[in-house]
């Protein structure tokens, strides 16, 4: 049974760039949440798809975008990339929309380096 | 305030040795709670959820007081693989997990 997968494992791309991570949740999740971690500090929450929707976001700017496709597979989009948005990028699945106590797992992360 | 903050730490602490983490949290309709383990450069990786009552697993203990906003995390017994970044997460239902910034354990032989 596979677990949350992401693509690609590391990334280097330049300012003004545009980035597209991919997440495939574990088999039988439905819900799609990704998070931003810099260096030192706690992943902090991008937004959250379910039923192909985003359902909810954090304070981050528009040129954070994403998908959510009919397998549940999600990609998120990076527009205009600045140096500040080097960081880990984790995408966490859960199942029935994220129900109390459904604790998420975890992908192993894409490491996106801006030049 | 933070939604929820940790112990600063680093935590430096001999092989069987207990330590002890506490996290604080701002949102009183928080749900669920949890701790999550995170090796350098790894993903977070769930350790234990949380419940009113407490709960143990192994030589781990979790407490949550609702009243207080508190959780913490003991561990009895260090081992040298318990050496990580222990994050506190806590969420509503449904909604999005909010992390603490974690606090960080070295212990040595």
């Known amino acids: 049974d596979a677990g949350v997968t992401q693509s690609p494992t590391h990334l280097i791309k330049t300012r003004g760039q545009q980035v597209t991570l991919r997440c495939s949740p574990k088999?039988?999740?439905?819900?799609v949440s990704w998070y931003q971690q810099a260096l030192g500090q706690g992943p902090q929450f991008i937004f959250q798809y379910y039923e192909e929707e985003e359902r909810q976001r954090g304070n981050f700017p528009d040129r954070f975008s994403g998908h959510q496709f009919p397998n549940y597979s999600s990609e998120l989009n990076v527009n205009a990339l600045l140096l500040g948005d080097s960081a880990l990028y984790l995408c966490?699945?859960?199942?029935?929309?994220?129900?109390?106590?459904?604790?998420?797992?975890f992908g192993n992360g894409t490491r996106l380096t801006v030049t | 305030r933070k939604e929820v903050e940790q112990d600063p730490g680093p935590f430096n602490v001999p092989e069987g040795a207990t330590v002890a983490f506490n996290c604080t949290y701002s949102?009183?309709?928080?749900?669920?709670f949890f701790w999550y383990r995170q090796d350098c450069r790894k993903e977070p990786k769930l350790l234990m959820s949380?419940?009113?009552s407490g709960n143990e697993d192994g030589r781990f203990t979790a407490q949550l007081n609702r009243a207080s906003q508190y959780i913490s995390l003991l561990i009895r017994d260090s081992k040298l693989s318990d050496s990580a970044t222990y994050l506190c997460?806590?969420?509503?239902?449904?909604?999005?997990?909010?992390f603490g910034k974690g606090t960080t354990l070295s212990v040595s032989s």
């Open positions: 088999s039988g999740h439905d819900t």
């Open positions: 949102n009183s309709a928080s749900q669920s």
């Open positions: 949380v419940y009113s």
């Open positions: 966490a699945s859960s199942s029935l929309g994220g129900r109390r106590g459904t604790a998420p797992h």
């Open positions: 997460v806590v969420n509503q239902a449904g909604t999005a997990l909010i």
